[in-house]
């Protein structure tokens, strides 16, 4: 399958003994008792499948007819024969091979389907069959509760080939659905049918696993009965269920999906699913302790499932449940699956939160970097759950096959070519831009899951209240940055999303509203630990003997001496191998500036020019490179940023060139450091004042709908849309080659792009030019603006606070209102859901009780 992404293949004895192990005695006992009953002999072929001659005629739905029947007695007999092994006891309750091809699902309809094409045939638990027709249930939920049914669904072909590629990728859809779906799901199997051949696969955050052959349902019948016994005993872990987790069925006990029962104490309740806005909740078994969700606050989409597969919910303790919503301390808990190169999330926020422990007294940037209660490394019955290990299994990829065509040879040659150093583009399924080696091979990177609870909880940026408010969080959020910037933590994915507005705050088992929300940077899943601030400071510069000033004033007028000699000195840092320091040192000053009097104003020609005119007074720095990596190892490891809000450098392959000054500085390629960052932050600022048209979150009218013809701006938002999606929506590719041009080319940054910011956001304008001017300054020399970026950054938006208007207009003082309005309805939300039983306040005879505060 070398045409299908993300995916491998493993000898069929390998799949079969390791990923679908059957005790052998088990297995001949059902394969004789099957085999005695419904093995024709004579023809050397299962008695209800069609004899091979008649095959030709054989249409597809014809296919299920057989295998269902065949199936369903391999499988009860299978259970017939297990139920005295150990293992038996974590098996799925109510399992059937189910033919909805001639049966399709009543509450689906393939035109207005939502999750994706369902599969026509499909090892299910039809426990939700008696509530799918319910009317009082919306068609959205009656399709997604009809998902959760699936255990491993089946695709078909009559061409007999198993090496039918849509056939592959039409099985991969159907499992990556499963996965999307059922949030207890690691992994899932499927089988793929060709008329009398069938092959299984596996899919999992890493990518798809299969056979390297099929197995002929004819000439290898116990293949087949191992197959489909090993799906009907292996207990429910072994097919991909987390056991760590069981839905919420209150009052009675949570329950395992795969235990559901269509009738009786352990059916699905309908009416719960109802009173919870239609939205499933989990009781999640951590090693510290026993949560329960209330509100999902990511999802996973069907393009996500290969990758860190992230899903984020709010929550609480599960003994707490029964409390007043009030009393309830509110976390958010994440699992994702980690690769090997990325940090450990956990590790991270457990050595900021230590460091601020440690203190005295504790950095006030601190507050704006998220903490947390706990985390872990995700196990089932007693092991890691990896993709490599535990799913997996450790398994080697199949050797190619011996007889090769010449094209296969050269496809292979170019292959292993590639692996050994191209640099090869990648965007991966979480949206993060990434950069590999060897794009083709077919190595599948090994993920662990891992589990994090926070104890800040709140929304996106995007839903600030005010401009003020908006510049306070941006603000706030830079400091925290830079915060964990000093202390050996990059963080390399600034985003709306990651911008957090902290509504609550839990600490010591208290939840405290915040009465003046704050920004909290948050996600270091693809942060990198890099070498403190402190132990980066370059060597002592080169001095020189003779004055500099008489040689650069002669073209700057009013420089200091102590100023040419710091141009001087970072030229020597910068560019070594400079063969007229002195030269770039006035063509770097002459930038600076230009770019001082834009933005102060005309300097006079008495006033004598020092370098704290020009914040001139960082230390350069030496490269972050991470801890345990060589330069040369950073320079070729993988690129990480969301796609809209990542730098141009970081997008980019190719050099991003800046070079308004004519200064011509040699590249020395890409280590992502602080002032890619700052880069984001100013792209998420941009985001907002062109997406949104005010506070609350609400996006801009003209982005949606149709464009109506008699309208007299269909030009204007023709080219807002653009600019909106060659920006922030389309392919990485195509983001990456715009915001390089825009650097190339930075007139357009006015012409094409600040033109189109909503005029709510019209005071920010001035701001958005000199962010602009500054990553173009920075960008260009490489100076004391990158090596003291987040200084700079600051310094802009505190003016930009000091310059807007000191009072609101009556106008925005109503949108203020609404848009808190809205945040507080959300936290109001998040706090009653889940509710099952009459509130009750916790048990104390005080009112403010030590491990519980009420809210304030």
């Known amino acids: 399958m070398e045409e299908i992404p993300d995916s491998r293949l493993v000898t069929r004895r390998d799949f079969l003994d390791s990923l679908l192990p059957v005790d052998a005695h088990v297995l001949d006992a059902v394969y004789h008792r099957v085999t005695d009953q419904l093995l024709d002999k004579k023809r050397e072929g299962w008695s209800l499948w069609p004899p091979q001659e008649n095959q030709e005629e054989f249409k597809r739905g014809e296919l299920y007819i057989p295998f269902v029947r065949i199936a369903n007695c391999i499988a009860t007999t299978a259970r017939e ?110 089988l793929a049918l060709s008329r009398s051949h069938v092959a ?24 087949f009965v191992h197959v489909i016994t090993a799906l009907a005993t292996l207990p429910a872990y072994r097919l991909g269920f987390d056991t760590t987790m069981k839905l919420v069925r209150e009052p009675l006990p949570p329950i395992h999906t795969y235990r559901l029962s269509s009738r009786g104490p352990d059916s699905f309740s309908v009416e719960l699913y109802e009173k919870n806005s239609c939205e499933l909740q989990w009781v999640i078994s951590m090693k510290n302790d026993t949560y329960m969700t209330v509100k999902a606050l990511r999802d996973l989409q069907v393009d996500a499932i290969v990758g860190a597969s992230s899903m984020v919910w709010a929550a609480i303790r599960y003994e707490d449940r029964c409390l007043e919503a009030d009393w309830r301390p509110v976390f958010v808990i994440k699992q994702w699956w980690q690769s090997d190169e990325q940090a450990d999330e956990g590790a991270i926020y457990q050595y900021l939160g230590g460091l601020n422990s440690t203190s005295t007294p504790p950095n006030p940037a601190s507050r704006y970097v998220g903490t947390m209660e706990c985390y872990e490394t995700a196990e089932v019955g007693g092991e890691v759950d990896s993709t ?31 692996a050994s150093g191209w640099m090869t583009f990648k965007t991966d399924h979480d949206k993060l831009a990434r950069y590999y080696a060897g794009e083709q091979a077919k190595a599948l990177a090994s993920r662990t899951r891992k589990r994090l609870v926070m104890n800040v909880f709140g929304c996106s940026i995007k839903y600030f209240a005010s401009l003020r408010e908006l510049l306070t969080l941006l603000l706030q959020g830079v400091r925290g940055h830079q915060y964990a910037y000093n202390n050996g933590v990059l963080q390399r994915d600034v985003s709306p999303a990651n911008l957090l507005i902290t509504l609550l705050r839990t600490s010591n088992g208290s939840t405290i509203r915040v009465k003046d ?55 020597r840092f910068r560019a070594p191998e400079a063969r007229s320091p002195r030269s770039l040192g006035v063509t770097y000053i002459s930038a600076a500036l230009d770019y001082y009097e834009k933005w102060n104003g005309s300097l006079s020609s008495n006033v004598a020019i020092e370098p704290a005119m020009f914040g001139w007074d960082a230390v350069p720095l030496l490269r972050p490179i991470p801890l345990n990596c060589t330069e040369d190892q950073a320079l070729r490891a993988p690129r990480v940023g969301s796609p809209p809000f990542a730098s141009a450098q970081i997008l980019n392959t190719a050099h991003v060139s800046v070079n308004m000054h004519f200064s011509g500085f040699r590249y020395n390629g890409v280590v992502h450091d602080a002032i890619q960052d700052m880069e984001s932050f100013f792209w998420t600022l941009l985001y907002l004042c062109v997406t949104r048209s005010g506070p609350g979150g609400d996006r801009r009218e003209e982005l949606d709908g149709d464009i109506p013809d008699d309208s007299s701006d269909v030009e204007k938002i023709t080219e807002l849309r653009r600019i909106v999606f060659c920006f922030f929506g389309d392919e990485t590719e195509t983001i990456a080659m715009n915001k390089a041009q825009l650097f190339s080319e930075p007139e357009l940054f006015e012409e094409g792009i600040l033109g189109h910011v909503h005029p709510y956001f019209e005071p920010l304008k001035p701001l958005l030019r000199q962010w602009w001017d500054l990553l173009l ?47 507080d309805g959300f936290v109001r939300e998040v706090m009653l859901a889940g509710t099952h039983k009459t509130p009750r306040p916790p048990p104390s005879p005080s009112p403010l009780p030590t491990k519980k505060a009420k809210l304030v």
């Open 200 to 223: 299984v696969w596996l899919q999992d955050r890493s990518g798809a696993v299969g056979m390297d052959a099929p197995i002929g349902i004819h000439e290898d019948p116990k293949a």
């Open 388 to 418: 490599g290990g535990l799913i997996q299994h450790g398994l080697p990829s199949a050797p190619p096959p011996p007889d090769e065509s010449p094209a296969s040879k050269r496809m292979r040659r170019l292959n292993e070519a590639a």
């Open 517 to 571: 929300p704050e920004c909290c940077l948050i996600d270091f899943g693809h942060a990198s630990r890099i070498p403190k601030i402190s132990a980066r400071i370059s060597p002592p510069p080169e001095t020189t003997a003779e004055p500099l000033l008489p040689s650069m004033a002669r073209e700057i007028q009013n420089i200091t001496e102590t100023l040419a000699q710091r141009a001087y000195h970072f030229i």
């Open 81 to 190: 024969v297990a139920k005295s092994t150990p293992e038996y006891e974590g098996v799925a309750c109510e399992v059937a091979w189910m033919d909805y091809y001639a049966h399709p699902p009543t509450c689906l309809d393939e035109e207005t389907a939502l999750v994706g094409p369902w599969p026509e045939c499909a090892l299910a638990m039809p426990v939700m069959e008696p509530i799918l027709d319910d009317p009082s249930l919306p068609a959205d939920k009656r399709e997604k509760l009809w998902w959760l049914q699936l255990i491993a669904p089946v695709a078909s072909r009559t061409n007999p080939s198993q090496t039918d590629e849509s056939l592959v990728r039409q099985l991969l859809k159907y499992l990556r659905s499963i996965m999307a779906e059922q949030k207890d799901r690691r992994f899932v199997f499927g």
């Open 777 to 823: 300054l920075a960008y260009e020399f490489e100076g004391y603006e990158w090596h003291g970026i987040h200084k700079f950054v600051i310094a802009l938006l505190e003016r930009a606070l000091r310059e807007l208007p000191a009072k609101d207009s009556p106008e925005d003082v109503e949108r203020t209102r609404k848009a808190r309005e809205k945040r």
